[in-house]
C-alpha cells in the first residue's frame, strides 16, 4: 500500500534555485521521514520529524509537518547540480512497523 | 567501516529458475527489511525481520522467501511463481524506529 504521495512527481530548476517537494500521506503516523536516492543506488536517509514536530532543520533542508493536513513538505535551499536525485518521504503509519514509501519526486538541478 | 552490502549488482536468469540475492550488514541492527522498486515507482515492503530466526510477511511476499539465521544475514529468494521479478531489490537494515540504512541494490532481470 503507498501511504506517502509525494507531489510533484518531477522537478527541474537552476543551480541556486530553491525546491520545494509536498507529501500528502493518509493515516495517522509517529514520524515521517524523508530520503534521497540518486540514480541506480539504494536510499540514504536526510531528516526524520516526529508528529508532535512541526518544522526542522538540517543544513540546506528545511522540513515542516502539518498533522491536521496530513502532508510534509522538504525544502532545498540553493540547490547545487549534485542535489539532482529522487526524494522520497516515508511514513509509519501510526508506529506500524513497516515504513511504507512513496513514488518520489525526481528533482533535476541544471548547473 | 560499517554498512550493508548487496551482492551481486546485477544478475540474470532465465525465467522458471529461483535465484538468491544476497544481503549482509555490520551494523549490529536487529531490523532488516527487503524492498523492491520497479521503474518510476516508490519502494513496496516484501519481508522484514526484527530478530534472528523470525521474519514477517510485508505488502508484496507472494512468490518471494527470506531466511534469518544470523543477524547479520537476510538473503531473498525470488522464486518461479514470482510473476514479474525483474525488479530493484533494496535491502535495508536499521535499530527498531530508527532510520533505514540501505545497501545499493541488486538489479534482477529476469528473460
Known amino acids: 500500500s503507498q501511504q506517502g504521495e509525494e507531489d510533484p512527481q518531477a522537478l527541474s530548476i537552476q543551480e541556486g534555485e530553491n525546491a520545494t517537494m509536498n507529501c500528502s500521506y493518509k493515516?495517522?503516523?509517529?514520524?515521517l521521514q524523508w530520503y534521497r536516492q540518486n540514480s541506480g543506488r539504494g536510499l540514504v536517509h536526510l531528516i526524520l520529524?516526529?508528529?508532535?514536530?512541526r518544522e526542522k532543520h538540517s543544513g540546506r533542508l528545511r522540513v515542516t509537518l502539518d498533522t491536521s493536513k496530513k502532508s510534509s513538505s522538504l525544502l532545498i535551499t540553493a540547490s547545487r547540480a549534485a542535489d539532482t536525485a529522487s526524494y522520497f518521504c516515508?511514513?509509519?503509519?501510526?508506529?506500524?512497523?513497516?515504513?511504507?514509501f512513496g513514488k518520489g519526486t525526481k528533482l533535476t538541478v541544471n548547473p | 567501516d560499517g554498512g550493508i552490502t548487496q551482492s551481486p549488482k546485477y544478475l540474470f536468469r532465465k525465467e522458471g529458475q529461483n535465484v538468491t540475492l544476497s544481503c549482509e550488514q555490520n551494523?549490529?541492527?536487529?531490523?532488516m527489511y527487503w524492498y523492491r522498486q520497479d521503474p518510476g515507482q516508490g519502494l513496496r515492503l516484501i519481508y522484514y525481520?526484527?530478530?534472528?530466526?523470525?521474519?514477517q510477511k510485508g505488502d508484496i511476499a507472494e512468490g518471494y522467501s527470506v531466511s534469518r539465521e544470523k543477524k547479520e544475514s537476510f538473503p531473498l529468494t525470488v522464486t518461479s511463481a514470482q510473476k514479474n521479478p525483474t525488479a530493484f531489490y533494496l535491502c535495508?537494515?536499521?535499530?527498531?524506529?530508527?532510520?533505514?540504512?540501505f545497501g545499493n541494490g541488486t538489479r534482477l532481470t529476469v528473460t
Open positions: 516515508a511514513t509509519d503509519q501510526g508506529g506500524s512497523e513497516k515504513l511504507v
Open positions: 535495508a537494515s536499521s535499530i527498531w524506529g530508527s532510520p533505514l540504512h
Open positions: 551494523l549490529n541492527h536487529d531490523a
Open positions: 520529524i516526529r508528529s508532535n514536530e
Open positions: 493515516t495517522s503516523i509517529n514520524n
Open positions: 525481520s526484527q530478530i534472528v530466526n523470525d521474519f
